[in-house]
């Protein structure tokens, strides 16, 4: 045994009682037959309660601030309104096609501004077009970004000439942009959907508790909110005269997004899930799908009135901007209760080991 200059300073134990593998043992009752029962031992450890190192995050919530959820938003409208201005291209309804396409590269600048002020520096954007990595949903964006807004610029600079009376000092240059309208309009739809479902991805491949459930089906949701501001865009701007296909849109779009978040929070792990119901988050979207059903049942019922067709418009807009950032805000949410992270990976590793899976690095034989 040893001994230390600090045991003459340690209380001393009261006698039978001693220290054995972890438990503070006590002398055991006897039953009336002379055995011990084992009922007076308690544990020296308590009962384990859920909790995080230090209390601390499991997962690091990230830097982002509500630029991010405007970016989400704005690159919805951009992708969404690209998709439109090619079908009234197609069909010739030329006030749907020039205000589809001035919207589209108003949104999209806006979003590369909100983009560049969260980035804090423009040639952090520039360096992330210095590669391409498919395994990064960032760097694809970017990517798609660039393509989307090279075409998007060009049917707007021709539909800033017209609307200007050609006065815009572009010289030999005007029959160019004329003969490379048409393209760049196809151009700018091929990279219209990517565009908006490009930064669900995004989203989703991060260990985000919320975000990272919500990964099969967080695409879906955003195409069909990028439908809704699309095609609210439209009917605000544009005489009812031409808002047909915009209208046809909206109600696709309202029934797309209904369906496609109740589809995605029902496959959801439970746990992860809760933070798109409750605080904040919720609200925006309960809001959300209110507001998409009452712009929906305007564009069928008041589409044909220019009154309500704008308001139907905007609410169809504020449900596609609410989506966003309620979603956005959920995920940052998720992140700062170590719960939404323990919970599901406990209830998934429980699941594989009831299969029969014992052998990856996930799970061990018990």
């Known amino acids: 045994m040893t001994t230390s200059e600090f045991d003459a300073t340690r209380p001393p134990e009261p006698p039978g009682r001693r220290r054995r593998f972890g ?69 010739g309804r030329e006030l749907l096609r020039r205000n589809a396409r001035l919207g589209a590269i108003a949104a999209v600048s806006l979003g590369g501004v909100a983009l560049v002020r ?56 005007r029959p160019v942009l004329r003969a490379v309208e048409g393209p760049a309009g196809w151009e700018a739809a091929l990279f219209a959907g990517p565009l908006a479902a490009y930064t669900a991805v995004l989203l989703s491949d991060t260990a985000n508790p919320t975000w990272n459930a919500a990964h099969k089906d967080l695409p879906f949701v955003f195409v069909s909110s990028a439908s809704l501001a699309a095609s609210g865009l439209a009917m605000v701007t544009t005489p009812v005269r031409e808002t047909g296909p915009a209208r046809a849109l909206a109600v696709m779009g309202v029934a797309g997004d209904v369906a496609a978040m109740k589809y995605m929070e029902g496959r959801m792990d439970p746990v992860a899930a809760e933070p798109l119901h409750h605080g904040h988050p919720g609200e925006l979207l309960k809001w959300a799908e209110r507001l998409a059903i009452a712009g929906g049942v305007g564009a069928v019922v008041l589409g044909r009135s220019r009154v309500g067709s704008a308001l139907s418009g905007l609410a169809l807009l504020g449900a596609s901007a609410l989506t966003r950032f309620g979603v956005f805000e959920a995920g940052i949410e998720s992140a700062k209760d170590p719960r939404y992270t323990i919970e599901p990976q406990r209830r998934r590793l429980a699941e594989r080991q009831a299969a029969g899976v014992t052998d990856d690095s996930i799970t061990t034989a018990r």
Do not use: C
Not at 61 to 82: D, M
């Open 23 to 91: 438990k503070l043992a006590r002398p055991r009752k006897r039953t009336p037959g002379g055995r011990t029962d084992g009922s007076a031992e308690m544990l020296m450890v308590p009962e384990a309660q859920f909790t995080s190192y230090y209390g601390k995050p499991v997962v690091k919530a990230p830097p982002w601030g509500h630029e991010v959820a405007a970016y989400l938003f704005l690159g919805g409208v951009a992708g969404g309104s690209g998709l439109l201005a090619l079908g009234a291209q197609l069909t």
């Open 118 to 173: 969260d980035l804090g520096r423009p040639e952090r954007f520039y360096n992330m077009l210095r590669t391409f990595k498919l395994t990064s949903p960032m760097s694809v964006g970017s990517w798609i970004l660039t393509a989307y807004s090279g075409g998007a610029g060009i049917t707007a600079v021709n539909e800033v000439d017209r609307l200007v009376g050609e006065r815009l000092p572009l010289g030999p240059l």
